[in-house]
């Protein structure tokens, strides 16, 4: 009877990253192992509010020997909580479901109330413009909606396949702000118009 292999169990906290490898990664001849492994920590750690997919080629590069790796190597990266992906048709009845998913998820990454509340805000706006100005002539097509947690930032992008309508406050002056108040709630907000459609990207940090 083969014997029992070791097991243990951890908890990952929020915006927090785990980093899976293979020994050829970390291991060297005449070199300790846990000198490699620290450096792979450090690595991580230094990249903590990378892109994940960013994050993958700093570790490979940082930690290639100068003569480029001898063993095989393969590496899985894992932020907690994974980024949220919604897709769902351009009709208004969807902005609450959408807004609960989002909810959700932001309170998996133990953001502080008021943050959550300006996201919440910044994305329905977003959300709303994309039903009803990039898809005012196709009701129903998709708009995608995915958000991204670092150790300090958070991304959010709303996509559409239509073409928003420019602002006129001037006509109604109930309506047509919505892009002033996003910029008012996220640090940066870049709406990129196009062929393909619309689409928002909007960061904010997250304090420590």
């Given at each position: 009877?083969?014997?029992?292999?070791?097991?243990?169990?951890?908890?990952?906290?929020?915006?927090?990253?785990?980093?899976?490898?293979?020994?050829?990664?970390?291991?060297?001849r005449?070199?300790a192992?846990?000198?490699?492994?620290?450096?792979?920590?450090?690595?991580?750690?230094?990249?903590?509010?990378?892109?994940?997919?960013d994050?993958?080629?700093?570790?490979?590069?940082?930690?290639?020997?100068?003569?480029?790796?001898?063993?095989?190597?393969?590496?899985?990266?894992?932020?907690q909580?994974?980024?949220?992906?919604?897709?769902?048709?351009?009709?208004?009845?969807?902005?609450?479901p959408?807004?609960?998913?989002?909810?959700?998820?932001?309170?998996?990454?133990?953001?502080?109330?008021?943050?959550?509340?300006?996201?919440?805000?910044?994305?329905?706006?977003?959300?709303?413009?994309?039903?009803?100005?990039?898809?005012?002539?196709?009701?129903?097509?998709?708009?995608?909606?995915?958000?991204?947690?670092?150790?300090?930032?958070?991304?959010?992008?709303?996509?559409?396949?239509?073409?928003?309508?420019?602002?006129?406050?001037?006509?109604?002056?109930?309506?047509?702000?919505?892009?002033?108040?996003?910029?008012?709630?996220?640090?940066?907000?870049?709406?990129?118009?196009g062929?393909?459609?619309?689409?928002?990207?909007?960061?904010?940090?997250?304090?420590?």
């Amino acid at each position: 009877m083969p014997a029992a292999r070791p097991s243990s169990a951890a908890s990952s906290t929020p915006r927090s990253t785990l980093l899976l490898y293979t020994d050829g990664l970390v291991e060297r001849r005449r070199r300790a192992l846990t000198t490699g492994i620290d450096r792979a920590s450090a690595v991580v750690q230094d990249g903590r509010s990378a892109p994940i997919e960013d994050l993958a080629t700093l570790v490979m590069r940082r930690l290639a020997p100068d003569a480029g790796y001898s063993d095989d190597v393969a590496l899985l990266l894992y932020r907690q909580p994974a980024p949220l992906e919604v897709a769902f048709p351009a009709e208004s009845s969807q902005l609450a479901p959408v807004r609960t998913a989002l909810r959700d998820w932001l309170n998996r990454c133990e953001l502080n109330s008021a943050m959550i509340q300006n996201i919440l805000v910044a994305a329905g706006e977003a959300c709303a413009n994309a039903i009803e100005h990039g898809h005012r002539d196709a009701p129903g097509r998709t708009v995608r909606l995915r958000a991204v947690a670092t150790a300090g930032d958070l991304y959010l992008t709303v996509a559409d396949s239509g073409n928003w309508k420019p602002p006129r406050p001037e006509a109604n002056t109930h309506r047509g702000r919505g892009v002033a108040l996003m910029r008012a709630l996220m640090q940066r907000v870049t709406i990129h118009p196009g062929a393909a459609g619309t689409t928002v990207d909007m960061h904010a940090r997250i304090p420590r």
